[in-house]
């Protein structure tokens, strides 16, 4: 076959070349749908998906939705599973804000986050207190807003009594992903915990059990479970074609006749060579690279004539 070159305004492109950038470009329009964040987006009064009907884990954990139109109106509701808690709080990066710290209106169903004065990370989490236990969700979201502040400060601070923490946490517009190495602390009234058994569970389906250092830190490689989850789609299952996960991590401890439980859950992505992603970053890459033609070949012609110039004087 003859590949016959293309001549668009000074831009000469082979028909080869296009037909290769189209088949590559188009499936990744359709997959940048898959493409989320470390939150759920769905319309504010959506029904749950199907996936998350299924009880996948007995632990506690903070969901996080997204409603709202556009930006401007959009709102962050935390919707606990399995704990009853009695108060939900966040607490802001920006630690000398006003608002660091404060109690979110609970309607004994869903919390709503609500607007803050500055962006950032905040660290949401539920509890719920008995006579003889005490039991907490805890999880971050990132609100893309001016004011963002390094969150590894208010992270450190003591919010409850028995702690799993990030170390650290993705940066934004970043996330969790399989195949990746990530440390979690593991602390009990801000001292480490040794030896510590923690418990994660997938949505996905994985389970795994690790142990605290001698540091208190527990190093979880996050499972590439994706590929059983597609596999499960083509047999008749329903993932709704959604390329994100959650898990959760948990653990237990009793001291003084009281046992305290806490999970931190959040999302994870596929790992960043898998074939999907691989594609779609070829894809977005070649767009790019076709977008940005154009401007290079006008700056160019301009400076040409600007030396032209230059000699005619």
């Not at 001291?255 to 999970?263: F, N, P, S, V, W």
Request: charged content about 20%; overall charge positive; aromatic content about 8%.
């Amino acid at each position: 076959m003859i590949s016959k070159p293309i001549n668009q305004g000074g831009m000469v492109m082979s028909s080869r070349a296009l037909t290769f950038a189209a088949m590559v470009a188009v499936p990744c329009l359709f997959m940048m749908p898959a493409i989320s964040a470390n939150a759920e987006l769905q319309p504010k009064h959506a029904k749950h998906s199907m996936r998350d009907a299924v009880l996948w884990t007995a632990y506690p954990r903070l969901k996080i939705m997204m409603g709202g139109e556009n930006r401007a109106q959009r709102e962050v509701t935390l919707l606990p599973k399995n704990i009853a808690p009695n108060s939900i709080d966040a607490y802001s990066s920006n630690i000398k804000s006003p608002d660091a710290h404060r109690q979110l209106p609970y309607d004994l169903v869903t919390a709503k986050l609500g607007k803050s004065a500055t962006g950032g990370f905040y660290w949401l989490s539920a509890r719920e207190d008995q006579a003889d236990k005490v039991t907490v969700a805890s999880t971050v979201y990132y609100m893309s807003e001016r004011g963002s502040k390094n969150p590894t400060v208010m992270f450190m601070q003591q919010k409850n009594a028995l702690e799993i923490i990030p170390q650290p946490f993705p940066r934004e517009h970043s996330r969790y992903r399989a195949s990746e190495d990530w440390k979690f602390l593991v602390r009990f009234n801000s001292q480490p915990l040794v030896q510590q058994k923690v418990n994660m569970v997938t949505q996905n389906g994985s389970k795994i059990e690790l142990l605290s250092d001698a540091q208190g830190i527990v190093t979880v490689h996050m499972p590439d479970d994706f590929k059983a989850m597609d596999e499960q789609r083509q047999d008749g299952g329903h993932n709704h074609g959604r390329r994100t996960s959650e898990f959760v991590l948990a653990t237990e401890y009793a001291d003084a006749g009281k046992t305290y439980l806490t999970g931190f859950n959040n999302s994870y992505g596929p790992d960043a060579f898998d074939q999907r992603s691989l594609v779609a970053g070829l894809g977005f890459m070649l767009l790019g690279m076709m977008g940005a033609a154009p401007l290079l070949r006008n700056r160019k012609v301009a400076k040409k004539a600007a030396e032209t110039g230059k000699k005619e004087l």
